[in-house]
C-alpha cells in the first residue's frame, strides 16, 4: 500500500468527508471523535473539529486530484464508518457518495454496504474471496494436488500429523539466538501454538502472519492483531485494504473471520492502526508475494528488519 501523509493543506479536506460520514447517522460521538483526533495526531495538525465547515462529495473531488489520496480517503472514510461498531445504512450511503465523486473503485465499499444491510456472511465472503492466503492455498491446490488439500485439512483439524512438514519447523529450535528463525520458535511455542504439520497446525500460508507479527513487534492480543494485519496492509501490493477489514471485522466488530483468532468487540485504536500501516508500507516488499523466508531464518532479526526497511517501533 502506499500510504501518504497529505500535505497540511489537504488534511482539512479529509478530516470534513470524515466527519460528514460520522454525522451521517446523527453527531458525533466518542469513538468518531477520537478516530478523527488519530487522524490529526498522525498527520500533524491540530483543528477544531467543531469549527470545519460541512463539505459536499462533489467539493472533496474537486479540491483533492491525485488518485492515491483519493483512494486513502475513500477507505479512511469506511474505517470511520466503522469506528463505533456495525455501519449504518446511511452511513454507508454516504460513503458510496464520496467514493463515487472521488472516482475510486467500489469493491471495498460494496462490503460496508452488505455489513450495513446486515448481511453478514455475503460482507465475510466478500473479504475471504480477496484474502492473500485463499490465494496461497488456491496456488498450492494447483501445483499440489488435491490429495494435499486434504492431507492439509486433517492435519489442521487434528486427526493426523505430517512429520516431515514439521521437521524444519522444529528444527528452527537450533537456529542462532537473536536470529528470525528463533524468534519464530519461540513464538510459537511461548504462545502454546503449533507448528505447520503438527496437529492442529496452522496452513503453511499464514507462516507468513505469524512472521509478520515477529518483524513487527506487535503482540497477540486484539490490539496486537489489529496492528500486524495493518502492518501486513501496509506492505501488501495487492488488495492491500482487505487486511483492514478482517482485522475489523475480527476485532471490533465481533464478526468471526477466523476460528484460529479469538474475536473481540470495540478494541480499535485508529492511531496504532494508521502507525501500523505507515510501517509496513515502508517496506521494500510484499511478504504475501510468493515469498520463501527460509534463507533468512537464520540471520539475526534486527537485520532482516533493516533490510526489509521496517522502521522501529
Request: glycine share 8%; aromatic share 8%.
Amino acid at each position: 500500500m502506499d500510504f501518504r501523509v497529505p500535505p497540511p493543506e489537504v488534511v482539512p479536506i479529509g478530516l470534513r468527508a470524515m466527519r460528514a460520514v460520522a454525522e451521517s447517522d446523527g453527531p458525533l460521538d466518542a469513538a468518531e471523535r477520537e478516530m478523527l483526533s488519530a487522524a490529526q495526531r498522525v498527520f500533524g495538525t491540530q483543528i477544531d473539529i467543531d469549527t470545519l465547515p460541512p463539505i459536499t462529495p462533489a467539493e472533496t473531488a474537486a479540491a483533492l486530484s491525485d488518485p492515491q489520496l483519493r483512494w486513502q480517503l475513500a477507505h479512511g472514510l469506511i474505517v470511520m464508518a466503522l469506528s463505533d461498531g456495525r455501519p449504518k445504512k446511511a452511513e454507508a450511503e454516504c460513503v458510496r457518495a464520496f467514493a463515487e465523486a472521488l472516482e475510486v473503485p467500489l469493491q471495498d465499499i460494496s462490503t460496508l454496504e452488505k455489513l450495513a444491510d446486515e448481511h453478514f456472511v455475503l460482507a465475510r465472503l466478500d473479504i475471504a474471496r480477496r484474502f492473500a492466503g485463499r490465494e496461497q492455498m488456491v496456488a498450492d491446490v494447483r501445483e499440489k494436488g488435491v490429495g494435499w488439500l486434504a492431507r492439509s485439512l486433517s492435519t489442521i483439524a487434528g486427526l493426523r500429523e505430517d512429520p516431515e512438514l514439521a521437521a524444519p519447523y522444529r528444527a528452527l529450535e537450533a537456529s542462532p539466538v537473536g536470529s528470525l528463525g528463533r524468534a519464530y520458535f519461540d513464538f510459537v511455542r511461548g504462545n502454546g501454538f503449533t507448528f505447520v504439520g503438527e496437529k492442529h497446525g496452522s496452513p503453511e500460508p499464514l507462516v507468513v502472519h505469524d512472521l509478520s507479527h515477529i518483524l513487527s513487534g506487535y503482540g497477540t492480543d486484539p490490539i496486537g492483531e489489529i496492528q500486524v494485519l495493518s502492518f501486513q496492509a501496509g506492505y501488501r501490493k495487492r488488495n492491500p485494504f482487505t487486511y483492514v477489514l478482517f482485522a475489523l471485522f475480527q476485532f471490533q466488530l465481533d464478526l468471526r473471520m477466523s476460528p484460529l483468532a479469538p474475536s473481540s468487540e470495540g478494541t480499535f485504536d485508529p492511531e496504532k492502526m494508521m502507525i501500523a500501516l505507515q510501517r509496513g508500507a515502508a517496506m521494500d516488499r510484499d511478504l504475501t508475494d510468493a515469498w520463501d523466508w527460509w534463507p533468512v531464518m537464520d540471520r539475526p532479526l534486527e537485520e532482516v528488519r533493516r533490510d526489509f526497511g521496517i522502521p522501529p517501533l
